[in-house]
């Protein structure tokens, strides 16, 4: 049994590992959970084997200290929670009744993990906590809610657990916390609460808690303990700094208490960087990747950090593209002379990052040298370590492969098209606005498609049942042919077409059964994406996807989505939405190319949507939905970047929708994001209709519209698709209501949250219906007045 502090040589660590393992064992083993065929023990057991599993990856690599406590079974902001003993009392009261989150035949009153997923998930009486983006990831965590009344009480239980067994198999292993400051800048007040509530108030409460969870860390052996702040990248005031010095003054003044990591990644720590320098504690994880390589030259403006490590973080944890390895050498050398100790890693945990190359095999072995998955990074950290411990020449063959496929990358005919940089070169600012103002053309649509008071629609796509993802896997496989796949998706359209008629939804959708995934059924129809086999990463919970690889100039070889578009319209009088994904998402929700500005980029994919949306107007589409739920996300998170980035994402979007006729209507969708910072930039993509996530936020985001003064239609989300809970009717009335107090009644839809995919058929019908007879109550209401 090893712990950090006794490993003085240790040069190479990570933050965190992707949790999934190599086949989604734990997404499996956790909705086999929920469905009531996997025990907890069985539960538990397959976690430990993954984490076992993972920690021995990564020492074999020669990662000389691995992470513990970053493996969850669903978040670890949710973790921490429970660490701090935040659980909301409705969550601890609705399983204790019996209720249960995972099956309602096999209710487990008191079992820890039927709290712990009430919290995540919900259940039918109560509703879970709040989930949003996770800095500007496409990775979403559960929101603290937190109170003047909230009491915290330390339960180091799984942070002691997953130690003591890394220990056990004689691994040198760090525990990773989720920092006291970053925790309370995450939290939302509480339902009940004063909105204006500040959590960051709670600290001097929860300092304890955390120095009792250090105390026990320290007595199961941890030589250090690592405490994210990621928090401290973004603008804060001088009161939010003021905290963090007080939180590791307090901290760091601990006589019982491990080696002190304090980490921070995403971007440079700016007016943090003093502070943290200055705390008490034994040493700082910086980024030196992207926006974050500033931290290099801040770190030296005061001083270095003397008697102090240094944790670099030059192997980008987010991205797909092999390190230059020469160029982090040159970076790692310059810190040298800044620490006392300077030690490798991955810019933030390798969540971000699906497994392992070696999986792939559609990809071109000389492409698939371009890129690094979770265990090719790890083996990356080593390498410069070990160039850093003892020269050039102890790593000269690694410095010469790598120089070779950064050398294939640059001169591949993937990657540049002059066809399509001529076209993006030629586009002009009329290209990017529609031909009349939002005032005609709503007068136009209203004529167009002669919709009721609060119309009803749905975000896009409808559960995926067995039997379109049975005939999706035998397509590939070759036991079907294409004749009886596209029969089945046929099928499915007319099925869900009908359920729609009968509900009494008024704009329909053909529900998406032929697309695999948003970003990834366009990217295999684009020129210059890779699609993975394997390359799943969590995106929340149980829900993976895989992100494809955009490595080259982007354009459209023919039409995309009118085929199946048009067939839904054929089936039914009631207009069928047309539905593409937004050119911001493409890039963000991909691993985007990392040799040309991001606008460049997504100015290439918004000519080849501008395609394919000329195409369903032509065909008689309409309705267009171009969803961005990554504008958000994508915002970077200091202010000085962001007019630059809105400034070219909106464009794109636009660029996108700016060729259709005034009659076409152009709706848009977003969600799991904070919206209230981006509304003008909301209002400059000019859509006709934004549909936004406001179940769980209780409709704030239509708050936030009403604020600004936004001047077109909205649908703020009434039914919470992330939850397997049905909402009532009268609790979608409800929200509605709450809607018109800040949105017109002409101007508001009614629609669910976000789309239907990951949720059952039966629980979609209820909720729909529930959604349909709440619009009918409230337009009564509206008709009586």
Not at 38 to 64: F, K, Y
Not at 170 to 191: C, N, Q, S
Not at 320 to 341: C, E, F, K, M
Not at 513 to 536: C, I, K, S
Request: glycine letters at 8%; charged letters at 25%; a negative charge.
């Amino acid at each position: 049994m090893t712990t950090e502090s006794a490993a003085a040589g240790a040069r190479a660590t990570v933050y965190g590992y992707p949790r999934q393992g190599q086949n989604r064992e734990l997404k499996k083993a956790v909705e086999g959970y929920w469905k009531g065929r996997v025990t907890a023990d069985a539960l538990r057991a397959t976690a430990a084997e993954l984490r076992r599993t993972h920690w021995q990856q990564l020492a074999d690599a020669g990662i000389g200290t691995v992470p513990t406590g970053d493996f969850s079974y669903y978040d670890h902001v949710l973790d921490t929670t429970v660490m701090v003993g935040a659980i909301p009392e409705r969550h601890r009261e609705a399983v204790a009744a019996g209720a249960s989150p995972h099956s309602p035949l096999r209710p487990d009153p008191g079992c820890p993990l039927d709290v712990y997923f009430a919290m995540a998930r919900g259940t039918q009486d109560v509703a879970p906590l709040e989930m949003t983006k996770w800095f500007d990831t496409n990775y979403h965590y559960l929101v603290p809610e937190l109170g003047p009344n909230t009491v915290f009480t330390a339960d180091s239980g799984k942070q002691v657990g997953e130690l003591t067994e890394a220990l056990a198999l004689g691994l040198t292993a760090r525990p990773v916390l989720v920092g006291p400051v970053t925790y309370l800048l995450l939290a939302k007040p509480a339902p009940g609460v004063a909105a204006d509530f500040d959590p960051l108030t709670l600290l001097d409460r929860l300092l304890p808690v955390y120095a009792e969870v250090l105390a026990d860390l320290r007595a199961a052996g941890a030589g250090w303990v690592q405490l994210d702040e990621p928090a401290l990248v973004a603008d804060r005031t001088p009161a939010e700094l003021n905290a963090a010095a007080r939180a590791y003054r307090a901290l760091g003044a601990l006589t019982d208490r491990p080696k002190l990591l304090v980490a921070s990644y995403f971007d440079r720590l700016g007016d943090a960087l003093p502070v943290l320098a200055k705390a008490p504690v034994d040493g700082l994880a910086l980024d030196f990747t992207g926006p974050a390589a500033a931290n290099l030259d801040a770190l030296a403006a005061v001083g270095g950090l003397p008697g102090k490590r240094l944790v670099a973080g030059v192997v980008d944890g987010r991205n797909i593209w092999v390190n230059d390895l020469t160029a982090s050498l040159t970076t790692l050398g310059t810190l040298l002379g800044l620490a006392d100790r300077v030690d490798v890693a991955a810019s933030c945990s390798l969540l971000h990052v699906p497994l392992d190359t070696t999986a792939e095999r559609d990809i071109d072995p000389q492409v698939l040298r371009w890129l690094a998955f979770a265990r090719q990074k790890a083996a990356e950290v080593v390498t410069l370590a070990e160039g850093l411990a003892r020269g050039t020449g102890a790593i000269a063959a690694e410095l010469v492969a790598n120089k070779a496929d950064l050398a294939s990358r640059a001169r591949s005919p993937l990657t540049r098209d002059p066809v399509v940089r001529a076209r993006a070169a030629a586009v002009t600012d009329a290209d990017a606005r529609r031909s009349e103002p939002y005032a005609e053309r709503a007068a136009a649509q209203r004529a167009h498609l002669g919709l009721p008071l609060l119309p009803t629609t749905t975000i896009g796509s409808f559960p995926q049942t067995t039997e379109v993802r049975t005939a999706r896997a035998d397509l590939r496989a070759g036991r079907i042919g294409t004749e009886g796949y596209e029969e089945r998706i046929r099928t499915e359209i007319r099925e869900v077409l009908a359920f729609q008629e009968k509900a009494g939804l008024d704009v329909l959708v053909h529900g998406e059964p032929e697309r695999n995934d948003m970003v990834q059924y366009f990217a295999e129809q684009l020129t210059g994406y890779l699609a993975t086999r394997h390359g799943w990463v969590q995106s929340y919970g149980t829900r993976y996807v895989r992100p494809p690889i955009l490595a080259g100039d982007v354009s459209r070889p023919g039409p995309m989505t009118v085929r199946w578009t048009t067939y839904a319209q054929s089936c039914t009088e009631r207009p069928v939405k047309g539905m593409l994904t937004g050119p911001v998402t493409m890039l963000a929700w991909s691993f985007v190319r990392d040799d040309q500005p991001l606008g460049d980029t997504a100015r290439q994919v918004a000519l080849a949507l501008r395609d394919e949306v000329g195409d369903l107007e032509a065909a008689g589409t309409p309705v267009i939905q171009v969803d961005e739920p990554a504008l958000r996300e994508t915002l970077p998170l200091r202010a000085a970047g962001r007019a630059g980035y809105l400034s070219w994402a909106t464009e794109a979007f636009r660029l996108t929708t700016g060729g259709v006729r005034p009659d076409t209507q152009i709706h848009t969708h977003m969600c799991y994001a904070e919206f209230g910072d981006i509304v003008q930039a909301i209002d400059d993509l000019d859509a006709d209709v934004i549909s936004l996530e406001a179940a769980r936020s209780h409709m704030q985001v239509a708050r936030e519209l009403a604020a600004h003064g936004y001047p077109r239609e909205a649908g703020p989300g009434v039914y919470d698709i992330h939850s397997p809970r049905v909402p009532s009717a009268e609790e979608a009335a409800a929200l509605l209501r709450t809607g018109l107090k800040a949105i017109p009644a002409e101007r508001l839809w009614v629609n669910p949250d976000c789309g239907l995919k990951t949720r059952g058929w039966a629980e979609t019908r209820a909720s729909l219906e529930n959604l349909v007879t709440a619009a009918r109550t409230v337009r009564g209401e509206l008709d009586a007045l």
